[in-house]
């Protein structure tokens, strides 16, 4: 009898891991992809197992910031973190940075308007409508150090900045990006 209730509880057990590695993967998530859940900022996102997040209060009391660092996981991205190195420019990056919405503007007049968002960098001045866990969002490109795709939304009373930058339009690090902000979900609101 022991013997069929160990084996209906693996089989149960193997069903769900299967389930949702298959639910993962039709999301594009990768199997060795890492999740990452804040409940005080109401986001979830999954980012790729080789990469290293870091988070962090950069803001003030009178203007709080919240920021969300992941860089690939390499000697030199770690001693960077460690404070082992002096000068040079910081590596490729992808980041998720959080405003509360302190003057309840819009999506794209905080976009347009904040040094924060970076819009006032971009080559081109366009903004797209898009989609963040089902929350409406615009995204954009800006140039500074690297080339970054960014994306901004609104939700909660924060809003919310994933940018990703790179030097070279192949980089892995813009699939990462991607990997982050399609699989970002939003807690729902009260």
Same mark, same amino acid.
């Given at each position: 009898? #022991? #013997?069929?209730?160990? &084996?209906?509880? +693996?089989?149960?057990?193997?069903? %769900?891991?299967?389930? /949702?590695?298959?639910?993962? @993967?039709?999301?594009?998530?990768?199997?060795? &992809?890492?999740? =990452?859940?804040?409940? !005080?900022?109401?986001?979830?996102?999954?980012?790729?197992?080789?990469?290293?997040?870091?988070?962090?209060?950069?803001?003030?009391?009178?203007?709080?910031?919240?920021?969300?660092?992941?860089?690939?996981? $390499?000697? !030199?991205?770690?001693?960077?973190?460690?404070?082992?190195?002096?000068?040079?420019?910081?590596?490729?990056?992808? $980041? /998720?940075?959080?405003?509360?919405?302190?003057?309840? +503007?819009?999506?794209? $007049?905080?976009? @347009?308007?904040? !040094?924060? &968002?970076?819009?006032?960098?971009?080559?081109?001045?366009?903004?797209?409508?898009?989609?963040?866990?089902?929350?409406?969002?615009?995204? =954009?490109?800006?140039?500074?150090? =690297?080339?970054?795709? %960014?994306?901004? %939304?609104?939700?909660?009373?924060?809003?919310?900045?994933?940018?990703?930058?790179?030097?070279?339009?192949?980089?892995? +690090? @813009?699939?990462?990006? /991607?990997?982050? /902000?399609?699989? %970002?979900?939003? !807690? #729902?609101?009260?």
């Amino acid at each position: 009898m #022991k #013997k069929i209730v160990v &084996a209906v509880f +693996l089989g149960a057990a193997l069903l %769900a891991a299967g389930y /949702l590695l298959v639910q993962n @993967r039709e999301a594009g998530i990768p199997a060795e &992809a890492r999740t =990452y859940e804040s409940r !005080a900022y109401g986001i979830s996102f999954s980012y790729p197992s080789n990469y290293l997040l870091v988070e962090r209060e950069l803001g003030t009391p009178d203007a709080p910031h919240y920021g969300i660092l992941i860089i690939e996981d $390499t000697e !030199a991205n770690r001693a960077l973190l460690l404070g082992e190195v002096e000068g040079g420019e910081g590596p490729a990056a992808i $980041t /998720l940075d959080i405003f509360p919405n302190q003057g309840n +503007l819009s999506l794209e $007049t905080w976009v @347009r308007g904040s !040094a924060d &968002a970076n819009f006032g960098l971009s080559p081109d001045g366009i903004l797209l409508p898009a989609s963040i866990g089902g929350v409406e969002a615009l995204a =954009y490109q800006y140039d500074g150090l =690297y080339r970054t795709d %960014a994306a901004a %939304a609104l939700h909660g009373g924060s809003f919310y900045l994933f940018s990703g930058n790179w030097s070279d339009e192949k980089s892995p +690090l @813009r699939e990462a990006y /991607l990997l982050v /902000l399609n699989s %970002a979900r939003f !807690a #729902k609101q009260p």
